[in-house]
C-alpha cells in the first residue's frame, strides 16, 4: 500500500479495490482527515492543511494493513 502525491499538497491517493463501506468509518477516525473520496480503483484522501502527512501516515497504511 502506498500513498501516492496528488497536485493538492493536502491530498493523497491509495490505489485498492477494497469498497467504500469498509474503509470510510475507519479513515473518517483518523484526526486530522477532513474527505475521503472513492473513484474506481482507488481513494483519495484529503487532510486538513495544519497537519503533516507525517504524523497520519502510518495511521492511514494501518488501516489498510489490518484489512
Known amino acids: 500500500m502506498e500513498l ?3 497536485p493538492n499538497p493536502n ?3 491509495i490505489e ?3 469498497t467504500e463501506e469498509v474503509l470510510k468509518e475507519d479513515l473518517h477516525k ?3 482527515i477532513l474527505s475521503v473520496f472513492f473513484g474506481p ?5 484529503t ?3 495544519n497537519v503533516e502527512w ?3 501516515n502510518q495511521d492511514i ?3 489498510f494493513d489490518k484489512l
Do not use: M, P
Not at 480503483?41 to 484522501?45: A, E, K, L, M, R
Open 30 to 32: 483518523v484526526e486530522g
Open 61 to 63: 497504511i494501518n488501516i
Open 54 to 56: 507525517e504524523s497520519i
Open 16 to 18: 485498492t479495490d477494497l
Open 4 to 6: 501516492i502525491d496528488t
Open 41 to 45: 480503483g482507488f481513494v483519495t484522501v
Open 11 to 13: 491530498a493523497k491517493k
Open 47 to 49: 487532510k486538513d492543511e
